[in-house]
Each structure stands twice: as structure tokens, then as C-alpha cells.
Nanobody, 129 residues
Framework: QVQLVESGGGLVQAGGSLRLSCAASGLIFNYYAMGWFRQAPGNEREFVTTISRSGSSTVYADSVKGRFTISRDNAKNTVYVQMNNLKPEDTAVYFC??????????????????????WGQGTQVTVSS
């Protein structure tokens, strides 16, 4: 059974930092591209960032570029997102997701929710002004 478990969310003041973690189990982690999405109340789920199987390719939403950094540790089956200079508009539930990719897609970076196979339950991030 595949499980993705996010942690690291919380309440932080604007300008502060958080690091979210997503621990994966029940899958061969390095076969999957990993992504982070977020959803604020009343909004659709939106793409935040993604990292390829290889770890060498990353993509960021324009709204977080330069502030967020995604990384992965295949030995720990974990993907991270370091979030700096947080803004109130970053407030949302953050979800991690896993997308199975064949070796021919080793560097592929999926950005659309429908491309992902598995999802975590989410962790709340609240940024106060």
C-alpha cells in the first residue's frame, strides 16, 4: 500500500520559513517524479513545484520561484520543499504527490495534477501578516 505522509506545516509570520517533508512508502521511490501542490479554501489545487526521478530537473510555479526549493533524498524515500520569505498568500494545505515515470522519462517534471498517481493527505501552512 502506497503512503505519502507530509509533515512540517504550521503557523509562521510573513517573511519566515518552513520546510515540508513527504515520506513515501510502499513504492520504489526513485521510479517516481515527485511534486508539491497546494489548495487554499475556495480555490482549485495548484501546482507549486516538482522534481524529476533523477533529481536534476525541477520546475517551480512563478509565484514561488526564488523563494521555494524542492529536493529529494532517495535513500530516505523523502522529498522536501524549503519555503523561505513566506507570504500570506502562501497559506494553503500543501500536498505531495508521486508520478510513476519510466526510465525514458528520467528527467521529466510533471506539473499537472492528473499526471500524478498517488497523493498525500496534506499539511496546513498558515502565514500571518
Amino acid at each position: 500500500q502506497v503512503q505519502l505522509v507530509e509533515s512540517g506545516g504550521g503557523l509562521v509570520q510573513a517573511g519566515g520559513s518552513l520546510r515540508l517533508s513527504c515520506a513515501a512508502s510502499g513504492l520504489i521511490f526513485n521510479y517516481y517524479a515527485m511534486g508539491w501542490f497546494r489548495q487554499a479554501p475556495g480555490n482549485e489545487r495548484e501546482f507549486v513545484t516538482t522534481i524529476s526521478r533523477s533529481g536534476s530537473s525541477t520546475v517551480y510555479a512563478d509565484s514561488v520561484k526564488g523563494r521555494f526549493t524542492i529536493s529529494r533524498d532517495n535513500a530516505k524515500n523523502t522529498v522536501y520543499v524549503q519555503m523561505n520569505n513566506l507570504k500570506p498568500e502562501d497559506t494553503a494545505v500543501y500536498f505531495c504527490a508521486a508520478d510513476f515515470r519510466r526510465s525514458t522519462d528520467y528527467y521529466y517534471t510533471p506539473t499537472v495534477p492528473s499526471e500524478y498517481d498517488y497523493w498525500g493527505q496534506g499539511t496546513q501552512v498558515t502565514v500571518s501578516s
